[in-house]
């Protein structure tokens, strides 16, 4: 199945951008996936051809209308996912990505300006997604970064390396530190375990790092994760063992 995506922009040209090289280029040309832009301005009824209008309410900068984007929405729109990017939109987690990258793809949304006339999210099903708490011009790059974290899923695209459920988020923590040769380095060397040949101690080394690293790094998903741990009968039993 080819992961379909269709991106409404006032950019198409963005597109497929930095997805067009490397191995997101390589499986678009071998028809892993389809990437498809649609100029939203080819949907305005007015002879400007405008796409936006000041806000109500007053303020600074411009508002995407919704007709206009209903409409380009409604030229495209068929069983996929809508999500538009918006720095007020759900941020995107690994779980949301796997979920995208195992359907048939997503048609996305791209703002502009000040963003979006907020009746369309109801009016049309829109899921608002961020890519995190911070400002873009648009959304295109944003719609690059979702496109890419789906991407790399796709069967064929990245081989084993992706499949392996150690990476950062996948198990609720950070991945563990990575090393190669050469084994020193302006004096700093490859911790001894990792050259021990002892797999047992290297995935425990390994899972002790990811831990102490999501620890102090990001309190948030240790948080979680820890708590998840806790719950469990499993859980409960490696708690008190940390604490011993
Ligand atoms: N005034 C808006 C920001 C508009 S930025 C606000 O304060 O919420 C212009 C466009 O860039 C947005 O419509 C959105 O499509 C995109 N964008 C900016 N930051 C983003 C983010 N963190 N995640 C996803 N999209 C973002």
């Known amino acids: 199945m080819t992961f379909a995506a269709t991106v409404l922009t006032l950019y198409p040209e963005m597109f497929p951008g930095p ?17 498809e832009a649609v100029q939203i301005r080819d949907f305005a009824t007015d002879k400007h051809r405008s796409v936006d209008d000041t806000p109500a309410g007053g303020g600074a900068g411009m508002v995407m209308r919704a007709d206009v984007l209903a409409a380009a929405v409604d030229s495209v729109a068929d069983t996929r996912p809508l999500l538009a990017m918006t720095p007020r939109g759900a941020p995107l987690t690994q779980a949301r990505v796997r979920a995208l990258a195992a359907g048939p793809g997503a048609i996305i949304l791209c703002g ?14 829109v899921e608002p997604v961020s890519i995190g708490d911070y400002v873009l011009s648009g959304g295109e790059t944003a719609a690059i970064v979702l496109l890419d974290a789906c991407i790399r899923l796709l069967p064929g695209v990245m081989g084993a390396a992706s499949s392996g459920d150690e990476e950062s988020f996948e198990s609720g923590l950070l991945e563990y530190p990575h090393y190669t040769r050469p084994a020193e380095w302006e004096g700093r060397t490859i911790p001894e375990v990792l050259r021990s040949g002892d797999h047992a101690k290297i995935a425990a080394w390994r899972k002790r790092q990811a831990e102490d690293d999501t620890r102090s790094r990001r309190p948030d998903l240790w948080e979680r994760y820890s708590g998840a741990r806790d719950q469990s009968p499993s859980g409960a039993q490696a708690k008190r063992k940390d604490e011993r």
């Open 112 to 125: 502009r300006f000040e963003g979006i006339d907020e009746r369309l999210f109801a009016a049309r099903a």
């Open 19 to 35: 997805l067009g090289t490397s191995l997101a280029g390589r499986a678009l040309r071998d028809g892993v996936w389809r990437c």
